[in-house]
């Protein structure tokens, strides 16, 4: 079944970095395109970032634009996000997603948490 995983999270000043990984399995990770989204108390989850199943033309939603950093490594079926500039309004819950096919089924991960505090 298909799983991931995302870690890396924590506690961190403003202006400080983080990376954060999503490891999966059970598809066949270099087919599909990848996608960060994060959640902060109270309000709704909103996309962060997405990359091609080949790596190529990574998007950024607005306010991330410029401090972060989607990548992925088919080899090790594993997708990042490399966080630098860090505010406090960055602070949520990050999630990795994909969508597969044939069915077009939406996956999650179970959440990584991101601090970003003083």
């Known amino acids: 079944q298909v799983q991931l995983v995302e870690s890396g999270g924590g506690l961190v000043q403003p202006g400080g970095s983080l990376r954060l990984s999503c490891a999966a399995s059970?598809?066949?990770?270099?087919?599909?395109?990848m996608r960060w989204y994060r959640q902060a108390p109270g309000k709704e989850r909103e996309w962060v970032a997405t990359?091609?199943?080949?790596?190529?033309?990574?998007t950024y939603t607005g306010s991330v634009k410029g401090r972060f950093t989607i990548s992925r490594d088919n080899a090790k079926n594993t997708v990042y996000l490399q966080m630098n500039s860090l505010k406090p309004e960055d602070t949520a819950a990050y999630y990795c997603?994909?969508?597969?096919?044939?069915?077009?089924?939406?996956?999650w991960g179970q959440g990584t948490q991101v601090t970003v505090s003083s």
């Open positions: 059970g598809f066949i990770f270099s087919r599909y395109a």
């Open positions: 990359i091609a199943s080949t790596g190529s033309t990574p």
């Open positions: 997603n994909t969508i597969t096919a044939p069915s077009y089924q939406q996956f």
